[in-house]
């Protein structure tokens, strides 16, 4: 159960577009759907953004989208907001029926 | 609305072992599958159990052999987490999540501090 690649860091100046990705292997990522992403501002209990793949949860903003390409998920964000710095984790089912998350990446709003 | 609140952390000695709980409301709680992760202080989230809405499946990280066991009391609308044999490297905080394959709603957490 490694757990997924993620990028310790990104930034991006408000308004621009950023993307996460998460790397895992054809055993987790690239063999099922089940794949989250969750934002957690310090100190607060993680929040769902994105779920099976690209699948928003209702209240989540439309500027946050998922995509899978392979072993690798991403999860996009447009029209970046001083309010979208925070941590972001991806997550994944594998194929020994167990759940694995990425290491976690810290996005900073410029 | 949805709600878990998770409870029972708190300072341990390494080697004895604690029971957390989360409590459910807001939703039917027998209709879900929910699991326990964990987050050590500055580090990332660590997926530790998932439970089926039966109690029947049961799946664990790899990195626990066996000392932690996942229950849930569906009459009770609680899920639990034993944690035996604890270490040091047990501490963090303990959220339980809701929804087998979303992880859509999570508790606050609870902290569990393992250390003599």
């Known amino acids: 159960q490694s757990a997924l690649t993620q990028p310790a860091s990104v930034s991006g100046s408000p308004g621009q577009s950023i993307t996460i990705s998460c790397t895992g292997t054809?055993?987790?990522?690239?063999?099922?759907?089940?794949v989250s992403w969750f934002q957690q501002h310090p100190g607060k209990a993680p929040k769902l953004m994105i779920y099976e793949v690209s699948s928003r949860p209702s209240g989540v903003s439309n500027r946050f989208s998922g995509s899978k390409s392979g072993n690798t998920a991403s999860l996009t964000i447009s029209g970046l907001q001083a309010e979208d710095e925070s941590d972001y984790y991806c997550s994944s089912y594998t194929s020994s029926s167990t759940w694995v998350f990425g290491g976690g990446t810290k996005l900073t709003v410029l | 609305q949805v709600q878990l609140v998770e409870s029972g952390g708190g300072v341990v000695q390494p080697g004895r072992s604690l029971r957390l709980s989360c409590a459910a409301s807001?939703?039917?709680?027998?209709?879900?599958?929910v699991h326990w992760v964990r987050q050590a202080p500055g580090k990332g989230l660590e997926w530790v159990a998932v439970i089926s809405s039966d109690g029947n499946n049961k799946y664990y990280a790899d990195s626990l052999k066996g000392r932690f066991t996942i229950s849930r009391d569906n009459s009770k609308n609680t899920l639990y987490l034993q944690m035996n044999s604890l270490r040091v490297e047990d501490t963090a905080v303990y959220y339980c999540?809701?929804?087998?394959?979303?992880?859509?709603?999570w508790g606050q957490g609870t902290l569990v501090t393992v250390s003599s």
């Open positions: 807001g939703f039917t709680f027998s209709s879900y599958g």
């Open positions: 999540a809701k929804d087998y394959y979303r992880f859509d709603y």
């Open positions: 054809s055993s987790d990522v690239g063999g099922y759907k089940y």
